[in-house]
């Protein structure tokens, strides 16, 4: 399974690429962005969330092992991910 996700990131055949659409959500004043990746057949769950403290963005992405027929549905799973990280981290979440 470990290797499925380094080939999945760092693979070439085209899989584990992330979408071109990206959803974006303000959320507490984080921001949530939706990427999910094609990976074989499916949208596996990813994306990024950020925070600007004065002129600094810091940026935490993740990439989770849930996969989802939809693209869409992947990206909804990783908003609701994110909202709960977030009210579970807060801005710890970028140490």
Same mark, same amino acid.
């Given at each position: 399974m470990?290797?499925k996700?380094f080939?999945?990131?760092?693979g070439s055949?085209? &899989?584990g %690429? ?5 959803t ?6 984080f921001?949530?962005? @939706?990427?999910? !990746?094609?990976?074989n057949g ?5 994306g990024r969330?950020e925070?600007?403290?004065?002129? &600094?963005t %810091?940026v935490?992405q993740f990439?989770?092992?849930d ?6 549905d992947? @990206?909804?799973e !990783?908003v ?7 009210d ?7 140490d």
């Open positions: 470990i290797g996700i080939k999945t990131l760092f055949s085209g &899989e %690429k992330s979408s071109k659409k990206s974006v959500v303000e959320y507490d004043s921001r949530i962005i @939706a990427a999910p !990746m094609s990976t499916q949208w596996q769950v990813a969330i925070k600007t403290f004065g002129e &600094e %810091k935490h990439i989770r092992a996969t989802m027929p939809a693209e869409a992947a @990206a909804n !990783m609701r991910k994110a909202k709960m990280m977030i579970q981290q807060g801005d710890t979440i970028f």
